[in-house]
């Protein structure tokens, strides 16, 4: 079934959106903790959600944020984390190698320690749009695991990405793409400091080998709906239709992934986005967006 122009369960909120961002360095995240079902409504405080920012998609970026932004019903801190920022705060140190296709490949496993390993968060790649209230996935978090995902069965058919990015097959790929961490988890505090995150390797970090599979919770694919893979069954739209569409081999931001599956969707999303840009530069009302490295504590 085509889903042009849809948006499942979207709410307005365009209103809310008292910032664009302009550029990744911003000023420090306020505390927050899980916007869970009974204090959703309860609580001023923002939900978490850490953004891999990579300077090749820097639109990707900025659409992804104002996806979250606008449909959201409750506060939201959207941070990006920049590779180079937690470099010179001294966070992230291990050499980039030849499989990392992102400057986020390792750092989104700083999510817990930039939380201050309390509460909840959400990490997601920059390449994500989406299309339903994030709310809807933050009530998931359930505190048995230390972290929820979707639990994709998914081997790439391309030898490159993106750009040209070596792409890489390995179990649970794309698992880590879409992380709800439990940040205070003994395991995840335990394991994913700066000093693991910049040692450990690839396979540890990306197949959650530091967890048992009974802490690794699952949510349903619509959350991290990987195009030109996953598909919208007709006879469960409501059910498998994308809430967070993932560009996860290239976006319409790249030449080549211009009239990629759900590219219509990505692109009203940025056009919007840049309507709003050009009115803040008129009346001057940009607000620059978090830094990451402003460890919330």
């Given at each position: 079934?085509?889903?042009?122009?849809?948006?499942?369960?979207?709410?307005?909120?365009?209103?809310?959106?008292?910032?664009?961002?302009?550029?990744?360095?911003?000023?420090?995240?306020?505390?927050?903790?899980?916007?869970?079902?009974?204090?959703?409504?309860?609580?001023?405080?923002?939900?978490?959600?850490?953004?891999?920012?990579?300077?090749?998609?820097?639109?990707a970026?900025?659409?992804?944020?104002?996806?979250?932004?606008?449909?959201?019903?409750v506060?939201?801190?959207?941070?990006?984390?920049?590779?180079?920022?937690?470099?010179?705060?001294?966070?992230?140190?291990?050499?980039?190698?030849?499989?990392?296709?992102?400057?986020?490949?390792?750092?989104?496993?700083?999510?817990?320690?930039?939380?201050?390993?309390?509460?909840?968060?959400?990490?997601?790649?920059?390449?994500?749009?989406?299309?339903?209230?994030?709310?809807?996935?933050?009530?998931?978090?359930?505190?048995?695991?230390?972290?929820?995902?979707?639990?994709?069965?998914?081997?790439?058919?391309?030898?490159?990405?993106?750009?040209?990015?070596?792409?890489?097959?390995?179990?649970?790929?794309?698992?880590?793409?879409?992380?709800?961490?439990?940040?205070?988890?003994?395991?995840?505090?335990?394991?994913?400091?700066?000093?693991?995150?910049?040692?450990?390797?690839?396979?540890?970090?990306?197949?959650?080998?530091?967890?048992?599979?009974?802490?690794?919770?699952?949510?349903?694919?619509?959350?991290?709906?990987?195009?030109?893979?996953?598909?919208?069954?007709?006879?469960?739209?409501?059910?498998?239709?994308?809430?967070?569409?993932?560009?996860?081999?290239?976006?319409?931001?790249?030449?080549?992934?211009?009239?990629c599956?759900?590219?219509?969707?990505?692109?009203?999303?940025?056009?919007?986005?840049?309507?709003?840009?050009?009115?803040?530069?008129?009346?001057?009302?940009?607000?620059?967006?978090?830094?990451?490295?402003?460890?919330?504590?």
């Amino acid at each position: 079934m085509a889903f042009k122009g849809h948006h499942p369960g979207e709410h307005d909120n365009s209103h809310k959106l008292s910032s664009h961002a302009s550029a990744p360095k911003m000023s420090p995240p306020a505390p927050c903790q899980l916007l869970g079902a009974e204090s959703a409504h309860a609580t001023a405080e923002p939900f978490r959600v850490y953004v891999g920012y990579d300077s090749r998609e820097d639109i990707a970026y900025r659409v992804c944020r104002r996806s979250l932004l606008r449909r959201s019903s409750v506060p939201l801190e959207v941070i990006p984390i920049v590779q180079q920022e937690l470099r010179e705060a001294g966070l992230y140190w291990r050499e980039r190698g030849p499989t990392e296709s992102t400057e986020f490949s390792f750092t989104r496993f700083l999510t817990p320690h930039l939380a201050g390993y309390r509460g909840w968060a959400l990490f997601v790649d920059c390449d994500f749009l989406f299309v339903a209230d994030v709310a809807e996935l933050a009530r998931m978090a359930d505190p048995r695991y230390a972290v929820l995902c979707v639990h994709h069965d998914y081997t790439p058919k391309e030898a490159t990405k993106m750009d040209g990015a070596v792409q890489t097959a390995y179990p649970r790929k794309n698992w880590s793409s879409m992380v709800l961490f439990n940040c205070g988890h003994p395991k995840n505090r335990a394991a994913l400091t700066p000093e693991a995150v910049s040692t450990q390797s690839g396979a540890h970090l990306h197949r959650f080998a530091w967890l048992d599979d009974a802490d690794v919770g699952e949510v349903p694919f619509a959350w991290n709906f990987l195009v030109g893979h996953n598909r919208v069954d007709p006879a469960d739209v409501g059910g498998t239709a994308p809430r967070a569409i993932h560009y996860t081999s290239g976006g319409p931001w790249f030449e080549l992934y211009k009239d990629c599956e759900f590219a219509d969707l990505w692109i009203q999303e940025r056009d919007a986005y840049e309507s709003e840009e050009k009115e803040g530069e008129v009346e001057g009302t940009r607000v620059p967006s978090s830094s990451a490295v402003a460890v919330d504590a």
